[in-house]
């Protein structure tokens, strides 16, 4: 399964709202989950199943989609949220395709 | 609070064999559904999943990968090791350990990662 992450960079002030997009050559019904990743550290689960924020992620971050094409949107967008976002379906078993990321930079 | 940590060399030399543990501290897998899976990253391959496996033995690998991968799991010190051998180049990478669950919605989903450990290939 082919999944091209959109944009690969983008630019943004604290207090935007941001969406990120990932589209799937293929339905993956909803199984799909978005990680964020800071430089040097490992990523971190933020949604999973498409919609379900994960434990002790701020309810900012917001997943939905639609079988092919999945958005995450970080409404108003805080400091600490610049960091690169990665997709992954898991339909595609055993544990799926990885996006390759959006950077989410300070305007 | 469950804690993975992963170790092993940082340099490897062509076509020899990588070999890292991930040991488990603060809790353990046995006694759930959940497995230990090896994801490793590199500029070039951005994300890569490599192998999962549960305590009970059950694996699943990455095809890619599978004819020079080999997970085990020692229960007893509660850590989970990982050999890629023939390894080259493209094996550089960061080398991280993460639980998965393989059930329900949150299926393949990487809830809990190392820190990870960067390996180079060189001679």
């Known amino acids: 399964i082919q999944m091209p992450q959109s944009p690969s960079s983008l630019s943004a002030s604290v207090g935007d709202t941001v969406t990120i997009t990932c589209r799937t050559s293929q339905s993956v019904n909803t199984y799909l989950n978005w990680y964020q990743q800071k430089p040097g550290k490992a990523p971190k689960l933020l949604i999973y199943g498409e919609s379900y924020l994960q434990s002790g992620v701020p309810s900012r971050f917001s997943g939905s989609g639609s079988g092919t094409e999945f958005t995450l949107t970080i409404s108003g967008l805080q400091p600490e949220d610049f960091a690169t976002y990665f997709c992954q379906e898991t339909y595609s078993l055993p544990e799926g395709t990885f996006g390759q990321g959006t950077t989410v930079e300070i305007k | 609070q469950l804690h993975l940590q992963e170790s092993g060399p940082g340099l490897v030399k062509p076509s020899e064999t990588l070999s890292l543990t991930c040991s488990v501290s603060g809790g353990s897998f046995s006694g759930t559904s959940y497995y230990c899976a090896w994801i490793r990253q590199s500029p070039g391959m951005g994300l890569e999943w490599i192998a999962s496996?549960?305590?009970?033995?059950?694996?699943y690998y990455n095809s890619s990968l599978k004819s020079r991968v080999t997970l085990s799991v020692d229960t007893s010190k509660n850590r989970v090791s990982l050999q890629l051998t023939s390894v080259t180049a493209a094996d550089t990478a960061v080398y991280y350990c993460?639980?998965?669950?393989?059930?329900?919605?949150?299926?393949?989903?990487?809830?809990?990662w190392g820190p990870g450990t960067l390996v180079t290939v060189s001679s």
């Open positions: 496996i549960h305590y009970s033995g059950r694996s």
């Open positions: 993460a639980r998965v669950s393989r059930s329900g919605s949150s299926r393949g989903a990487f809830d809990l």
